[in-house]
């Protein structure tokens, strides 16, 4: 492509910026442009062995702004008009500079007139400074190193932390930047042109003021406090950091500073938040996306882990992950809990910075009741022994501790003096105070609730070591938990995932849930639950039949303390059982009635085996009564020494045969009843029934 000036002269200067080739002349380009006077001078002598030897040529594939800033250059270079536009002003700023035409050269040079131009109409413009931010992505190092960053982005946020009172421009110029492909906001101010005010050096002219400002009187309603969210998130993710940073400077509120960082990441990071510059809200049906988040589209082509984050999508996405992450304010509850988990999942998949993600792992800790399930979830990028990163969880619990035994630790009285109070930004209180101090109390016990549904949900996984379930379960203190329904229903999932836990095992397993904090509900699952240990079935029935007396017996005791203070019925009768059975809940008088049913059975089983033990007792008095029948006497004497043995046989054999009934006799005395009459022995004197111990073997 070849562009040649209009004029009568023939062409003795060939400049090529890239695929472009210029035809122009050496004398305006030496009389305003040090550069090419150095760049002519030196081709001179190769100019001979050219095609044209009177015609040099010159390479400028480095210019700033590349063939169009270079072409509005030499058109200055030989007198003609040039338009200043926002659009234009930051590259012909860079080539001006790359071209070297100062003030040396001639008075009012292009580096004179473009610097002018910035610093007194762009850089008073809300929406040309923009313009010139978005247009400075293709120029570094140069619009670095010219300022023209610096200055735009605190032009930006001087403009951004100004009384919206006071705001008079046209707050929105999305259209104008070309940021992506993205539409412009609908609303106010909107509906302008689609390009910037075209300005010329002659200076003056009104279009960049008309179009910033904003005088119409139907117009002078108060612009919402987030009003410049959508133009700044067209800004390269550098330069967005370059303007939060001012920001911060000048003193916005924090609040207002993680809305935008929010609003930006739903704009260049798709599917991390909702569709809003505010995220979704912590109980949305959004909570139930997929694990893959915002990176959908990177990973749905196929590949391995690894090879996701080496993609360059994938670098330039981990590359705003990083920048969001190091530009968030420190304060609590500047961004929602549910932002910091999907962008911290985010950070994992990509391969974010360590130190990045811990430091986002203790932001999340600090939060950690406000998370929601779903959002909690998050998947073991490059790892193969579980689905869930637990070890993930395990460390958000331990920063979420940490920073409540610190809080507990400042909030203490220390030297007699209370706390300061919390610093005001423009103008008002940060929300951070009124939200800690209302969910301080309850964090833990969310937070317990949080991690049972967590561990429910992660114990069907078969590769989940019982080390890690038991550690995880146990990260909170005991007073976290008022109730352990929750951590039953995840040991019992435990239990269902792993059928082949030894009974050590599963006794281990058991010890991280306490007995005596299960609900009634609970109970009678567990006294029904074949997964359990023995014991901690016993455990459990003996823990509701304590709570259960315990019930009555405090029933019974607040009834007869209000009969004693009671002054108007001093003579009232004491509370019948009925009456303490009616005062008594419906699900302890169930577990009473299914109590007294199984003592019952166990009494008649006892009887029965009463029965047949005193049925035994006669059937051996009988045979004891004919063995001594048929026994001779033994008050014959043996006659010879040889005989005496025969005798005695028959005398032992009686002798052993009465030990063994009276011991039976005795023992069927204590068996028989209070009286300690057996049928069958009339002879027998009643002896004291022993007492036996009880034994629910």
């Not at 705001?167 to 930047?177: E, I, K, N, P, Q």
């Not at 304010?329 to 932002?339: L, W």
């Not at 391969?351 to 959002?375: F, I, N, S, Y």
């Not at 059982?577 to 059975?601: C, E, M, V």
């Given at each position: 492509l070849s562009r040649y000036v209009n004029s009568d002269i023939p062409s003795d200067l060939l400049v090529k910026v890239g695929d472009v080739s210029f035809h122009l002349h050496k004398y305006p380009m030496i009389s305003r442009s040090g550069r090419m006077s150095r760049?002519?001078?030196?081709?001179?002598?190769?100019?001979?062995?050219?095609?044209?030897?009177?015609?040099?040529?010159?390479?400028?594939?480095?210019?700033?702004?590349?063939?169009?800033s270079f072409e509005l250059a030499a058109r200055f270079c030989y007198g003609m008009a040039v338009d200043l536009t926002a659009a234009n002003i930051s590259g012909l700023r860079c080539a001006a500079e790359y071209l070297e035409m100062t003030e040396d050269l001639e008075e009012g040079n292009l580096i004179f007139k473009t610097?002018?131009?910035?610093?007194?109409?762009?850089?008073?413009?809300?929406?040309?400074?923009?313009?010139?931010?978005?247009?400075?992505?293709?120029?570094?190092?140069?619009?670095?190193?010219?300022?023209?960053?610096?200055?735009?982005?605190?032009?930006?946020?001087?403009?951004?932390?100004?009384?919206?009172?006071?705001?008079?421009?046209?707050?929105?110029?999305?259209?104008?930047?070309?940021?992506?492909?993205?539409?412009?906001?609908?609303?106010?101010?909107?509906?302008?042109?689609?390009?910037?005010?075209?300005w010329n050096l002659g200076g003056g002219g009104g279009g960049g003021g008309g179009d910033s400002k904003e005088s119409s009187p139907g117009r002078q309603a108060v612009p919402p406090a987030d009003w410049w969210f959508e133009d700044v998130s067209v800004l390269r993710i550098d330069h967005f950091v370059r303007v939060v940073t001012a920001i911060k400077v000048k003193g916005m509120r924090f609040d207002l500073i993680g809305a935008a960082i929010t609003h930006y990441a739903s704009k260049w990071l798709p599917g991390l938040t909702k569709d809003g510059p505010h995220g979704g809200a912590l109980d949305e049906p959004w909570a139930q996306a997929s694990p893959g988040g915002g990176l959908h589209m990177i990973i749905a082509g196929g590949g391995a882990k690894d090879d996701i984050a080496a993609s360059a999508p994938a670098r330039e996405q981990r590359m705003v992950v990083e920048s969001l992450i190091s530009i968030i304010p420190p304060q609590r509850d500047t961004v929602s809990c549910g932002f910091l988990l999907r962008l911290l999942r985010l950070a994992i998949m990509l391969k974010a910075a360590p130190a990045l993600v811990t430091e986002l792992e203790k932001r999340v800790g600090m939060q950690l009741e406000q998370a929601v399930l779903a959002d909690l979830l998050?998947?073991?990028?490059?790892?193969?022994?579980?689905?869930?990163?637990?070890?993930?969880?395990?460390?958000?619990?331990?920063?979420?501790?940490?920073?409540?035994?610190?809080?507990m630790a400042s909030s203490s009285p220390g030297r007699g003096e209370p706390p300061p109070p919390p610093p005001e930004y423009y103008g008002a209180r940060t929300a951070a105070a009124?939200?800690?101090?209302?969910?301080?109390?309850?964090?833990?016990?969310?937070?317990?609730?949080?991690?049972?549904?967590y561990l429910s949900e992660v114990s069907r996984d078969r590769n989940l070591s019982l080390t890690k379930f038991q550690v995880l379960a146990e990260s909170l203190p005991e007073s976290a938990r008022t109730c352990d329904d929750g951590l039953y229903r995840a040991v019992d999932?435990?239990?269902?995932?792993?059928?082949?836990?030894?009974?050590?095992?599963?006794?281990?397993?058991?010890?991280?849930?306490?007995?005596?904090k299960l609900s009634f509900d609970a109970c009678m699952h567990a006294a029904q639950n074949e997964r359990l240990p023995l014991r901690v079935v016993v455990q459990v029935l003996f823990s509701e039949q304590v709570k259960i007396s315990n019930a009555l017996a405090?029933?019974?005791?607040?009834?007869?303390?209000?009969?004693?203070?009671?002054?108007?019925?001093?003579?009232?009768?004491?509370?019948?059982?009925?009456?303490?059975?009616?005062?008594?809940?419906?699900?302890?008088?169930?577990?009473?009635?299914?109590?007294?049913?199984?003592?019952?059975?166990?009494?008649?089983?006892?009887?029965?085996?009463?029965?047949?033990?005193l049925e035994l007792q006669h059937e051996m008095d009988a045979l004891q009564k004919q063995v001594e029948?048929?026994?001779?006497?033994?008050?014959?004497?043996?006659?010879?020494g040889g005989g005496g043995g025969k005798n005695q046989g028959p005398s032992a054999w009686s002798s052993g045969w009465r030990k063994l009934g009276r011991l039976a006799k005795m023992t069927g005395a204590d068996a028989a009843g209070t009286d300690g009459h057996v049928p069958g022995a009339p002879g027998e004197a009643p002896r004291k029934p022993r007492r036996w111990r009880n034994s629910i073997s």
């Amino acid at each position: 492509l070849s562009r040649y000036v209009n004029s009568d002269i023939p062409s003795d200067l060939l400049v090529k910026v890239g695929d472009v080739s210029f035809h122009l002349h050496k004398y305006p380009m030496i009389s305003r442009s040090g550069r090419m006077s150095r760049l002519i001078y030196e081709t001179a002598s190769a100019a001979a062995s050219s095609v044209v030897p009177d015609t040099a040529a010159v390479d400028l594939d480095d210019v700033p702004g590349g063939a169009d800033s270079f072409e509005l250059a030499a058109r200055f270079c030989y007198g003609m008009a040039v338009d200043l536009t926002a659009a234009n002003i930051s590259g012909l700023r860079c080539a001006a500079e790359y071209l070297e035409m100062t003030e040396d050269l001639e008075e009012g040079n292009l580096i004179f007139k473009t610097e002018a131009f910035l610093s007194y109409v762009v850089l008073s413009s809300w929406r040309d400074s923009i313009v010139v931010l978005k247009s400075c992505e293709g120029l570094s190092p140069w619009a670095e190193n010219l300022q023209i960053v610096r200055r735009c982005s605190e032009s930006i946020a001087w403009k951004a932390c100004a009384n919206p009172r006071g705001v008079r421009w046209a707050y929105t110029g999305s259209g104008a930047t070309g940021g992506g492909g993205r539409p412009p906001r609908a609303g106010p101010g909107a509906g302008g042109g689609t390009a910037s005010p075209r300005w010329n050096l002659g200076g003056g002219g009104g279009g960049g003021g008309g179009d910033s400002k904003e005088s119409s009187p139907g117009r002078q309603a108060v612009p919402p406090a987030d009003w410049w969210f959508e133009d700044v998130s067209v800004l390269r993710i550098d330069h967005f950091v370059r303007v939060v940073t001012a920001i911060k400077v000048k003193g916005m509120r924090f609040d207002l500073i993680g809305a935008a960082i929010t609003h930006y990441a739903s704009k260049w990071l798709p599917g991390l938040t909702k569709d809003g510059p505010h995220g979704g809200a912590l109980d949305e049906p959004w909570a139930q996306a997929s694990p893959g988040g915002g990176l959908h589209m990177i990973i749905a082509g196929g590949g391995a882990k690894d090879d996701i984050a080496a993609s360059a999508p994938a670098r330039e996405q981990r590359m705003v992950v990083e920048s969001l992450i190091s530009i968030i304010p420190p304060q609590r509850d500047t961004v929602s809990c549910g932002f910091l988990l999907r962008l911290l999942r985010l950070a994992i998949m990509l391969k974010a910075a360590p130190a990045l993600v811990t430091e986002l792992e203790k932001r999340v800790g600090m939060q950690l009741e406000q998370a929601v399930l779903a959002d909690l979830l998050i998947p073991s990028y490059g790892r193969a022994d579980t689905a869930y990163d637990v070890d993930l969880v395990q460390r958000l619990v331990e920063h979420f501790l940490v920073q409540e035994q610190t809080e507990m630790a400042s909030s203490s009285p220390g030297r007699g003096e209370p706390p300061p109070p919390p610093p005001e930004y423009y103008g008002a209180r940060t929300a951070a105070a009124a939200s800690s101090a209302a969910a301080g109390l309850n964090a833990k016990a969310r937070v317990a609730r949080l991690l049972d549904s967590y561990l429910s949900e992660v114990s069907r996984d078969r590769n989940l070591s019982l080390t890690k379930f038991q550690v995880l379960a146990e990260s909170l203190p005991e007073s976290a938990r008022t109730c352990d329904d929750g951590l039953y229903r995840a040991v019992d999932s435990y239990l269902k995932a792993h059928p082949t836990l030894t009974e050590h095992e599963r006794k281990r397993l058991c010890r991280v849930m306490d007995c005596q904090k299960l609900s009634f509900d609970a109970c009678m699952h567990a006294a029904q639950n074949e997964r359990l240990p023995l014991r901690v079935v016993v455990q459990v029935l003996f823990s509701e039949q304590v709570k259960i007396s315990n019930a009555l017996a405090s029933s019974s005791g607040a009834a007869g303390v209000t009969g004693a203070l009671g002054s108007k019925a001093p003579d009232a009768p004491p509370p019948t059982r009925r009456q303490l059975l009616d005062g008594t809940p419906q699900s302890f008088q169930d577990g009473w009635a299914a109590a007294k049913k199984d003592i019952n059975t166990l009494k008649f089983e006892l009887e029965s085996m009463k029965a047949k033990y005193l049925e035994l007792q006669h059937e051996m008095d009988a045979l004891q009564k004919q063995v001594e029948r048929g026994a001779p006497s033994p008050a014959v004497g043996p006659k010879d020494g040889g005989g005496g043995g025969k005798n005695q046989g028959p005398s032992a054999w009686s002798s052993g045969w009465r030990k063994l009934g009276r011991l039976a006799k005795m023992t069927g005395a204590d068996a028989a009843g209070t009286d300690g009459h057996v049928p069958g022995a009339p002879g027998e004197a009643p002896r004291k029934p022993r007492r036996w111990r009880n034994s629910i073997s």
